[in-house]
């Protein structure tokens, strides 16, 4: 039997010095040292030894069995750090290889301009106001002095939800003005921009639906040189204090006096060409003087308070702000052009 064992420990421990992997080292140990493995099949023949033989053959046997389990432990060692060395070859990364730009997005170049915009407003004083789209027709038209049949409303008085609805979409964002001076008492002092809606023909310089930021001011002794002299601190801050402001008179329903707002224009200095059609100014908002009717249907007392009102198209104030020659590039989603912002 000692001689089967002699057999067994060359044979078990040949086969385990070439085992190639560590599920063919798994496979030995079971094949050798397992509940029905090689050697536990010889010990169950130690029934046919003399007393005198069994202990010998027994140490002889357990003997066996540390030295097959050393074995196979260098030999798991061993494999575990061939399989360990292979994977780092076959994942090894090269750090020297530039890596893949992710692509990141930005702000669209209309929001770069609001936040401008607004960031000039806030720093004069001004808080932000905002309301709904739809809107009550009142708000937009009838508190703003242009009841039903008034001419200026026909160019505005268009997107209702059915006929005997009262909710339009807003024609400007002076609605939220109303909203805000029916709601908190002078001192007032906010801008709200936001969305609008209008039935313009789709060109290079209109669409159906714009952007606009529009501002109020109302408080005790506010008179037309304040509106002048925020309207020349915006347009310094946006487009550099040498440029030049021309105020125009002009009528609109829920201001008196009223004006447009023009600006040398950008491109030629005022010497007149095709971005301002020869006049070298651009116009750019509308302002005025908020009428005391205004102020009185929005239940403040124009004998005590005055105010200034303005309104500014954002499209057109970032087409002047990056000089942009076509208002639909700004909304047509292309990233050659929005990449440029």
């Known amino acids: 039997m000692k001689e089967q064992l002699i057999a067994l420990e060359q044979e078990a421990l040949a086969a385990i010095a070439e085992a190639c992997d560590l599920q063919s080292l798994e496979d030995l140990r079971v094949r050798f040292l397992g509940k029905k493995g090689a050697v536990t099949a010889i010990l169950k023949q130690m029934g046919g030894l003399s007393p005198e033989e069994r202990p010998k053959i027994g140490q002889f046997a357990n003997a066996l ?14 494999l575990e750090a061939e399989a360990l060395d292979k994977q780092l070859a076959e994942e090894k990364l090269d750090i020297t290889i530039p890596g893949k730009r992710e692509a990141v997005g930005k702000q669209h170049v209309m929001k770069k301009t609001l936040d401008e915009a607004l960031d000039i407003f806030i720093g004069m004083g001004f808080s932000v106001a905002e309301g709904p789209e ?17 001419p200026s409303r026909d160019w505005g008085d268009t997107f209702y939800f059915d006929r005997e609805s009262q909710y339009v979409l807003r024609t400007h964002t002076s609605a939220v003005q109303v909203r805000v001076m029916e709601n908190q008492k002078p001192p007032i002092r906010v801008v709200s921009p936001g969305r609008v809606y209008r039935k313009d023909e789709v060109d290079a310089t209109h669409s159906p639906m714009f952007h606009q930021i529009e501002g109020l001011v109302v ?17 310094g801050q946006l487009y550099g ?9 002009h009528h609109f329903p829920f201001t008196e006096p009223s004006c447009e707002v023009d600006c ?12 301002c059609k020869g006049e070298g100014w651009i116009e750019l908002l509308g302002s005025g003087m908020v009428h005391p009717n205004v102020l009185r249907v929005c239940g403040i ?4 308070y005055s105010g200034f009102a303005f309104g500014i198209g954002l499209d057109r104030m970032t087409m002047m702000r990056y000089n942009i020659s076509d208002l639909r590039l700004i909304f047509e989603n292309d990233l050659r052009f929005l990449r440029q912002f």
């Open 264 to 275: 040398r224009c950008f491109k030629c200095r005022g010497k007149g060409c095709p971005m």
């Open 134 to 150: 739809v809107e009550l027709s009142a708000n937009v038209f009838d508190k703003l002095g242009t009841p039903e049949g008034h």
């Open 65 to 78: 069995s540390e030295k097959l389990t050393a074995a196979l432990g260098v030999r798991r060692t061993a």
């Open 301 to 304: 007392d124009p004998d005590v």
């Open 219 to 235: 408080d005790k002794g506010i008179t037309m040189a304040d509106l002048k002299g925020t309207l020349n601190a915006l347009v």
């Open 241 to 249: 204090q040498e440029t030049k402001t021309r105020f125009r008179p």
